[in-house]
């Protein structure tokens, strides 16, 4: 497609529960990225894919988050045991690699937990 | 990463050009200089990055400070569609990069 497209745009689950977020990079970039936005808050980063390197973990909160990329395209973002503190905007974002090119968002998944 | 210092906030007048700084005192080398806008609810938007020389494209300026410790980001007309928190970034090359998001300059524009 044109761009970063993340799905849902809207998701609303109870405390406890699992969600799935998904994105899908545009074709042919190499480096998937997430991160998330409380409201109000800056962007803070999650986990980052770069083509078939380990993935950096190191802005993943808890272990209650993991992310999987599956054949170097789409990527979910799954987040374990809802909290309600997990309540934020997920956005995803890819380039072609991981130096001279910007980076592409999407519009976001914002996740309510009730 | 190296860190990057922009005011908090800035306001402008329609149609007159805006002149957003950053100073990133530290910068290294070979950090790249980005620059990133988050318009209300939506996700941040690629604007313009450089390394050494001045760079121009279709959205804005970016003018780098001949030590590179420094540089601004030129809109040259700004138009109310041009509110938003504008991020200065740096990105290192050769490695694993990432970039990470510090608080930026909220614009205002105003009639």
């Known amino acids: 497609g044109a761009g970063v497209s993340q799905s849902p745009s809207n998701k609303v689950t109870e405390k406890g529960k699992d969600v799935e977020l998904r994105c899908d990079p545009i074709?042919?970039?190499?480096?998937l990225y997430w991160y998330r936005q409380s409201l109000g808050q800056g962007l803070e980063f999650l986990i980052y894919f770069q083509g078939n390197s380990a993935p950096d973990k190191s802005g993943l909160p808890s272990d209650r988050f993991s992310a999987e990329r599956t054949g170097g395209s789409v990527s979910t973002l799954t987040i374990q045991r809802t909290q309600q503190e997990d309540s934020a905007v997920y956005l995803c974002a890819s380039s072609q690699d991981s130096t001279n090119y910007g980076y592409t968002f999407g519009s976001g998944t914002r996740l309510t937990v009730v | 990463d190296a860190k990057t210092t922009q005011p908090n906030s800035m306001e402008s007048n329609e149609e007159e050009p805006v002149h957003l700084p950053c100073n990133h005192s530290?910068?290294?080398?070979?950090?790249?200089i980005h620059w990133y806008r988050q318009l209300p609810s939506q996700g941040p938007e690629y604007v313009i990055h450089g390394l050494t020389s001045n760079v121009n494209n279709r959205m804005a300026s970016l003018a780098i400070a001949e030590d590179r410790k420094s540089s601004t980001l030129i809109l040259h007309r700004a138009t109310l569609r041009d509110a938003a928190v504008y991020y200065c970034?740096?990105?290192?090359?050769?490695?694993?990069?990432?970039?990470?998001f510090g608080t930026g300059t909220r614009l205002q524009v105003t009639l």
């Open positions: 530290t910068i290294s080398g070979t950090d790249y």
């Open positions: 970034i740096l990105r290192s090359t050769g490695t694993a990069s990432k970039l990470t």
């Open positions: 074709s042919g970039h190499t480096a």
